[in-house]
């Protein structure tokens, strides 16, 4: 390829790039432009991407409306307990799958796998029925629990480890560490950026659920912050602004935390496909 044809088409992948990038940025610039506008502004007949009278009212009425903070406060809570202790448990998975020999492995990896196959929906039910059985309906434990199983982080470190070198766990054992030791000091610092991509996506997933929390939660109290926000937006009707205003607060916080581990994130993607960054 000759110098000329590199350049065009480093060109063509930036305009490309360029091109991706504003039809993804552009509903979300809309949203903030609705949002910042008065509501009368938002229903008129005559299109404007900026707002003629910039008004932060909605925000101010979205925040101001029901328990906003005790949402934030649940969803961030329990974002964070199913971040760890999904990771906790997954990591734990993948390596006694990858590196532990015990009577029947394959076959608790294999109905481990087949929760692929298992849409959450079709769980609805028995574990609302398991839940409740529980005493767990409206409860932290009742949203967080039935949230743990990631077959997908399984997967992904049992076949991550599975490629690390033997040597390096038979040098731990030989040095006297148990598997638990071997998992925290050996394979973790390995697998470091595999975990914050899990855990991010994991995090994001547990923030934006709302299905599970609208079937266990009873109480306002223990609304999470999707689910709070549905309740305002029904309480405002039809009113745009309000309406994108709430969207907006519920999608910063799992923004901000991709924002800022992005490069951990992308690392984890490169190194669970093999691929170097």
Known sequence: MTRRAGAAWTATGALAALLLAALWVAPLL???????????????????WLPRDW????????????????????????????????MALSLMAGYAFSQLRFRGRRLAFGLAML??????????VPLFRMM???????????????????PVAIYVFKRFFDAVPAEFREAA??????????????????????????AIVSFIGAWNNFLWPYIIVTSTDMMTIPLGL??????????????????LVGALPVA????????????GFLAATGLKG
């Open 55 to 86: 008004t932060v009212d909605a925000f101010v009425q979205v925040l101001g409306a029901g328990s906003v903070g005790r949402w934030l406060f649940n969803s961030a809570l329990v974002a964070l307990l199913v971040t760890v202790l999904t």
């Open 30 to 48: 809309w949203a903030l432009g609705t949002a910042l506008r008065p509501e009368h502004e938002t229903v008129s007949a005559v299109f404007h």
């Open 173 to 198: 054992v030989m040095d006297g560490a148990g598997p638990l030791r071997i998992l925290w000091s050996v394979y973790l610092p390995l697998s470091s950026n595999i975990a914050w991509a899990m």
């Open 115 to 124: 929760a692929f196959l298992l849409p959450f929906e079709a769980l609805l």
């Open 132 to 150: 409740n059985g529980l005493g767990l309906v409206d409860s932290y434990a009742g949203i967080v629990l039935p949230q743990l199983v990631a």
């Open 256 to 267: 901000l935390a991709y924002v800022l581990f992005q490069r951990r994130v992308t690392r």
């Open 230 to 247: 549905a309740q305002v937006q029904d309480a405002f009707g039809v009113r745009y602004a309000r309406m994108m205003a709430a969207a």
